[in-house]
């Protein structure tokens, strides 16, 4: 059975920085592509970062230069490093795991303010 865990989410100011992490257990992710998603109250779920078995990664252009996502297939995770922070980054955040079906993890609250 696939699981997905998502940790460190926290408050942070603006310009302070976090990272996030997600424990996959039941499938390697060094096998498929896995990503970070988004949603922050009243807004869709956007996708925030994604990484291939092939180490392609694509980012949401509200991200790029300022996120970074990566696997550490030895500990099974896949993490993001988020930098730079602005209250627009506020939402709770879903690790997933692609495919049919997709799997998602019960996520992990990000705030952003003073």
């Given at each position: 059975q696939?699981?997905?865990v998502e940790s460190g989410g926290a408050l942070?100011?603006?310009g302070g920085s976090l990272r996030?992490?997600?424990t996959v257990s039941g499938t390697a992710v060094?096998?498929?592509t896995m990503g970070w998603y988004r949603q922050a109250p009243g807004k869709p779920r956007e996708a925030v970062a994604t990484i291939t078995r092939g180490e392609g990664t694509y980012y949401a252009d509200s991200v790029k230069g300022?996120?970074?996502i990566f696997k550490d297939n030895a500990r099974n995770t896949v993490?993001?490093?988020m930098n730079s922070l602005k209250p627009d980054d506020t939402a709770v955040y879903f690790c997933n795991r692609a495919g049919t079906p997709p799997y998602w993890g019960q996520g992990t609250q990000v705030t952003?303010?003073?």
């Open positions: 696939v699981r997905l942070v100011q603006p996030l992490s997600c060094w096998a498929t300022r996120f970074t993490n993001l490093h952003v303010s003073s």
